[in-house]
């Protein structure tokens, strides 16, 4: 049904009070005469444009709430996809914590192994310097007649030793470094792609949430009423 014809049965219905407000009224009865004909015609225009006009309202209480139906559908979609990037989030953050501590471990067993190679640099340090020591007390208790000989084999004994020393802490502080970059390095590149997701999972939210608010801001469509 059109809106001219909505507004015929609305015309047809005021014609009728009218027609009803300008009959002749019976004295002491509280009654008053109409033309019969035109309120029988008055009445069969209404009656022929009613079944439109209910038609009309009918679609429009069914296209109603299947609007409402399909908006509730959406919000609830909207909202499962937030909560399943909800859990996700909380799952990458579970992980990006993992990591951490993974990190946080290798970096501690990095220290102790470096610890452990310096204590054994020490030990060994030590344990040359013990014996070249007690070589060089052997010595002096051999002739004079080797001392020189025996003098030049100590300084050519302490010269290697200390040049074992060295060459035993240099490689000590590069397995060190090693270890340390490898570590931050490691760390640092899982902490990256962690950012790199949590970042791709807020722009999805942020989406979804504007999605739903443009939904619930949308307002559904209100039947008019016409005043007299």
């Known amino acids: 049904m059109t809106q001219a014809q909505s507004l015929d049965v609305l015309n047809l219905l005021e014609q009728l009070e009218e027609s009803v407000l300008d009959g002749t009224?019976?004295?002491?009865?509280?009654?008053?005469?109409v033309r019969e004909n035109d309120l029988l015609d008055l009445l069969d225009?209404?009656?022929?444009g009613l079944p439109a006009a209910i038609q009309q309202a009918q679609q429009i209480l069914e296209r109603q709430a299947q609007i409402l139906a399909e908006a509730q559908q959406q919000a609830q979609a909207i909202v499962a996809q937030a909560q399943q990037e909800r859990?996700?989030?909380?799952e990458q953050n579970s992980i990006r914590l993992q990591v951490e501590?993974?990190?946080?471990?290798?970096?501690q067993q990095t220290q102790q192994e470096c610890e452990a190679l310096r204590q054994q640099a020490i030990a060994e340090a030590t344990q040359i310097r013990g014996e070249a020591q007690q070589f060089q007390l052997q010595v002096r208790q051999e002739t004079d007649s080797s001392r020189q000989?025996?003098?030049a084999e100590v300084d050519q004994l302490r010269s290697q030793t200390?040049?074992?020393l060295a060459e035993q802490r240099q490689r000590t502080l590069v397995e060190c470094e090693e270890l340390r970059r490898g570590a931050d390095s490691y760390a640092d590149q899982v902490l990256r792609d962690m950012e790199q997701r949590l970042t791709q999972m807020m722009q999805i939210i942020r989406n979804g949430r504007q999605a739903l608010n443009l939904s619930e801001n949308t307002p559904?469509?209100?039947a008019r009423r016409r005043s007299r």
Not at 45 to 48: L, P, S, T
Not at 87 to 90: D, K, M, T
Not at 101 to 107: D, G, N, P
């Open 25 to 33: 009224r019976v004295p002491l009865s509280g009654r008053i005469l």
């Open 45 to 48: 225009d209404v009656r022929a």
């Open 87 to 90: 859990a996700l989030l909380i």
């Open 101 to 107: 501590r993974e990190a946080q471990q290798l970096r």
């Open 149 to 151: 000989q025996t003098q």
């Open 162 to 164: 200390q040049q074992q």
């Open 220 to 222: 559904p469509p209100t």
